[in-house]
Antibody, heavy 118, light 109 residues
Framework: EVQLVESGGGLVQSGGSLRLSCSASGFTFSSYAMHWVRQAPGKGLEYVST????????YYADSVKGRFTVSRDNSKNTLYLQMSSLRPEDTAVYYC???????????WGQGTLVTVSS | QTVVTQEPSLTVSPGGTVTLTCASSTGAVTSTYYPNWFQQKPGQAPRPLIY???NKHSWTPARFSGSLLGGKAALTLSGVQPEDEADYYCLIYYGGGRVFGGGTKVTVL
């Protein structure tokens, strides 16, 4: 059974930093690209970032480019999102998502809440 | 900045049919944009329904179908059930990055 478990969320002040983790199990983690998606309270889904299976290719939404860094440790089956220079508008539930190849996303974690106070 | 547009809300009667669409500010949506559709209910993580335009996941009910319609990606719900009331999001692939649509709230009434 595929499982994605996010952790590391919490309350942080504006300008601060936070690192999210996503622990994966139930599939060959090193074979799949992974993504981060967020959802602000009461708002829609927003794509954040993608990391290729080998950790070489990265993509970021314009809203986080230069402030967020995605990485992975395939030996630990873990995806990370390092967030810095956080802003109140980064307040959201952050989801870790598995890619099923270029065709799309299949499995989602339950999310971790990040709250940025001003 | 690329914008993906969906209807904000739609209402459908139980047993009826409704079609949601997903348009790209860059032009017509084609199969090379690999449109995906997700369903989200309050307090839950999104649930994937459709990938690569029209392919269903193993858990996707048969009443959901995806297609391309008039230059847009489309999700059709046929024989709507009360439990289909939810928010629906499309996702478009843009050469590496992705963009979500703003979501459509489907009310079953």
């Amino acid at each position: 059974e595929v499982q994605l478990v996010e952790s590391g969320g919490g309350l942080v002040q504006s300008g601060g930093s936070l690192r999210l983790s996503c622990s994966a199990s139930g599939f060959t983690f090193s074979s799949y690209a992974m993504h981060w998606v967020r959802q602000a309270p009461g708002k829609g889904l927003e794509y954040v970032s993608t990391l290729s299976s080998n950790g070489v290719k990265t993509y970021y939404a314009d809203s986080v480019k230069g402030r967020f860094t995605v990485s992975r440790d395939n030996s630990k089956n873990t995806l990370y999102l390092q967030m810095s220079s956080l802003r109140p508008e980064d307040t959201a539930v952050y989801y870790c998502v598995k890619e099923m190849g270029i065709a799309g996303f299949d499995y989602w974690g339950q999310g971790t809440l990040v709250t940025v106070s001003s | 900045q690329t914008v993906v547009t969906q209807e904000p809300s739609l209402t459908v009667s139980p047993g009826g049919t409704v079609t949601l669409t997903c348009a790209s500010s860059t032009g017509a949506v084609t199969s090379t944009y690999y449109p995906n559709w997700f369903q989200q209910k309050p307090g839950q993580a999104p649930r994937p329904l459709i990938y690569s335009t029209s392919n269903k996941h193993s858990w996707t009910p048969a009443r959901f179908s995806g297609s391309l319609l008039g230059g847009k990606a489309a999700l059709t719900l046929s024989g709507v059930q009360p439990e289909d009331e939810a928010d629906y999001y499309c996702l478009i692939y843009y050469g590496g990055g992705r963009v979500f649509g703003g979501g459509t709230k489907v009310t079953v009434l």
